[in-house]
């Protein structure tokens, strides 16, 4: 019997890691997951993370065959291979790809989360056959993986495609990354949270939202809210896709793509992110390119795509 060639894929949160074993076709054949315990040195975590992993791989070593590992990370570096002053971590610079060979000598290759997921979406997901796209991830933060020619843009330092952190509004809301008005102020989980309170604040809409203390409130309750007919929940999904949409038809002037794909827990609101979000992008987009770049939901599977998103990483450079 020979055996079957799988990668490792890993996708490094700030509160817990997932890592699968994946087949050429997208197949999750064996997954786990450990506590990051971000709060701790990094080699404590690398530590334990190789124990998870070898105990994952233990009932596959005679039926198939790692050749290759992919991680997706925040702040990660394509070219260096580093995690470098990340969000939700205590780490301020690790070697990621070296600590790890000290154990595997297969091929390794990190990224950052966003750019995982473009990978997992043009091999697996709403992607396949594009060779111009970009993903959208709309989580707790912003981020964005851009694919020209085939190609995962990274730009000359590894940290290309960082979307979420144009500037949408110059006077506008405070960023973590320590600027004002980034988009991902505006369209993060974080974002409509702050929009609704703004709305509440500012408007003298009747909204069940207005019962809920700001520090309670959740991008799922604005959802539900909002599926209810809620008026105030209603306006915040038509501010968040109006900044969406306008800074999507200035990002297509940048590469063209064929499609933009929008992935995440905002994402999964449906009708109520995308026709707002395709209205405005449509509608501030420059001529030559109106009507012309599809705005598509993720078809890699809930739960699972971080893990598939950094397999594909590790898949796309062996192949």
Not at 90 to 95: G, L, T
Not at 195 to 207: F, H, K, W, Y
Request: glycine share 12%; charged share 20%.
């Amino acid at each position: 019997m020979v055996a079957e060639d799988v990668v490792l894929g890993v996708d490094i949160g700030g509160t817990n890691t997932a890592m699968g074993i994946v087949g050429r076709s997208g197949t999750l054949i064996a997954e786990t997951s450990i506590p990051t315990e971000a709060q701790k040195p990094a080699a404590v975590f690398f530590d334990r993370f190789h124990t998870q992993v070898e105990t994952l791989l233990a009932p596959f070593r005679h039926t198939h065959n790692l050749i290759g590992i992919g991680l997706g990370a925040p702040n990660a570096n394509y070219y260096k291979g580093t995690i470098e002053r990340p969000p939700n971590l205590s780490w301020e610079f690790v070697d990621v790809v070296g600590t790890l060979k000290q154990w595997y000598t297969i091929p390794i290759v990190l990224t950052n989360d966003a750019n995982a997921a473009a990978l997992g979406e043009m091999l697996f997901g709403a992607a396949k056959g594009m060779k111009d796209f970009i993903e959208i991830t709309l989580g707790t933060g912003v981020g964005s993986g851009i694919v020209a020619n085939g190609e995962m843009i990274y730009g000359h330092d590894g940290f290309a495609g960082e979307i979420g952190h144009t500037i949408v509004d110059h006077n506008g809301r405070t960023c973590g990354c320590g600027r004002r008005g980034c988009l991902e102020t505006y369209t993060s989980a974080n974002g409509i949270r702050r929009t609704v309170d703004e709305l509440v604040r500012t408007t003298a809409t009747p909204s069940e939202l207005r019962k809920i203390a700001f520090d309670d409130l959740t991008s799922k309750q604005i959802y539900e809210a909002a599926r209810r007919g809620d008026a105030l929940a209603l306006q915040a999904f038509e501010v968040t896709g109006k900044y969406l949409g306008m800074a999507l038809a200035d990002s297509v002037a940048y590469t063209s793509p064929e499609a933009i794909i929008l992935f995440g827990g905002l994402a999964l609101a449906g009708d109520f992110i995308f026709t707002p979000t395709k209205h405005y992008m449509e509608e501030y987009m420059m001529n030559i390119f109106k009507n012309k770049v599809r705005l598509l939901p993720s078809a890699l599977p809930q739960g699972k795509a971080a893990i598939l998103g950094a397999a594909a990483l590790i898949w796309n450079e062996l192949l």
